[in-house]
T-cell receptor
Framework: EDQVTQSPEALRLQEGESSSLNCSYT??????LFWYRQDPGKGPEFLFT???AGEEKEKERLKATLTKKESFLHITAPKPEDSATYLC?????????????FGGGTRLMVKP | GAGVSQSPSNKVTEKGKDVELRCDPI?????LYWYRQSLGQGLEFLIY????????KSGLPSDRFSAERTGGSVSTLTIQRTQQEDSAVYLC?????????????FGPGTRLTVL
């Protein structure tokens, strides 16, 4: 059974204080690891897909990296508008249904 | 361009009533998914459509839940004889193809409250 665990559950940062969010996963055959951002009352917003260990992707202050067991979402010099819940999900080669298995999310709060 | 839309945005119903939730995916997206997000729980997969077919219904929690998709576009999720534990945000997502390598694009969700 695919499993995704995110840590920490919540993270408070000062504006400009860089940090990383962790996503540990267990999957029989990784077809993709996905990062989403979710604001209160809204649906998740797609950020990145990573497919193989060693891959990195960047978007503004965010950089996602992938190893065989975990992914990190690095946030450089965050701003208050980066406050949101960040969700990690995996898709398994052995799941013909294409479903995503999500972690519980990390709630990020950036104080000015 | 237009994203995934869902209606209604909020639905309050009484226990035992039936409800229908609607999803309009992004035009041209052949894959469509329903997920459920409850307080204290992560996003939970319900059902996947490729075109009008549902190759994976494994996430539907009981036979009170059903879904259909018509014309390769609009989908409706129906919950019969609603129970209080059905209260959650129901999210629809679509993606360009069924290869599963791209990200899904989510709608804003329907918040269902069963009294």
């Amino acid at each position: 059974e695919d499993q995704v665990t995110q840590s920490p559950e919540a993270l408070r940062l000062q504006e400009g204080e860089s940090s990383s969010l962790n996503c540990s996963y267990t999957v029989s055959g990784l077809r993709g690891l996905f990062w989403y951002r979710q604001d209160p009352g809204k649906g998740p917003e797609f950020l990145f897909t990573l497919y193989s260990a060693g891959e990195e992707k960047e978007k503004e202050r965010l950089k996602a990296t992938l190893t065989k067991k975990e992914s990190f979402l690095h946030i450089t010099a965050p701003k208050p508008e980066d406050s949101a819940t960040y969700l990690c999900a995996v898709r398994d080669h052995n799941n013909a249904g294409n479903m995503l298995t999500f972690g519980g999310g990390t709630r990020l709060m950036v104080k000015p | 361009g237009a994203g995934v839309s869902q209606s209604p945005s909020n639905k309050v119903t009484e226990k035992g009533k039936d409800v229908e939730l609607r999803c309009d995916p992004i035009s041209g997206h052949t894959a469509l998914y329903w997920y459920r997000q409850s307080l204290g729980q992560g996003l939970e997969f319900l059902i996947y459509f490729q075109g009008n077919s549902a190759p994976d219904k494994s996430g539907l929690p009981s036979d009170r839940f059903s879904a259909e998709r018509t014309g390769g576009s609009v989908s409706t999720l129906t919950i019969q004889r609603t129970q209080q534990e059905d209260s959650a945000v129901y999210l629809c997502a679509s993606s360009l193809s069924g290869t599963g390598t791209g990200g899904e694009y989510f709608g804003p969700g329907t918040r269902l409250t069963v009294l």
